[in-house]
């Protein structure tokens, strides 16, 4: 989990969380307007270390997609059964 504040290039600087990973959160995107931040390269980023792991964009204040995080979550759960 990251915020969106931190900055698109935190797969540059702390790869092998990256490589490592199932899943990307990242989080704030309610604070868009202020922060420079591109999804796209950031994405790539991530699926140049990970070509197989999920990235979620979300907002903890406004809930802005939880529901594709959680679904996720309970696939998960389900798959490891």
Not at 21 to 29: G, S
Not at 47 to 55: G, K, Q, S, T, W
Request: some cysteine; glycine content about 2%.
């Amino acid at each position: 989990i990251l915020s969106l504040p931190e900055g698109d290039d935190k797969p540059l600087k702390y790869p092998l969380m990256f490589t490592i990973c199932q899943a990307v959160i990242v989080n704030k995107v309610d604070t868009r307007k202020f922060f420079e931040f591109d999804d796209e390269a950031f994405v790539k980023r991530v699926h140049d270390l990970n070509p197989m792991a999920e990235v979620f964009f979300v907002s903890a204040k406004t809930g802005e997609n939880f529901d594709a995080w959680t679904d996720w979550l309970r696939n998960q759960l389900e798959d490891a059964k």
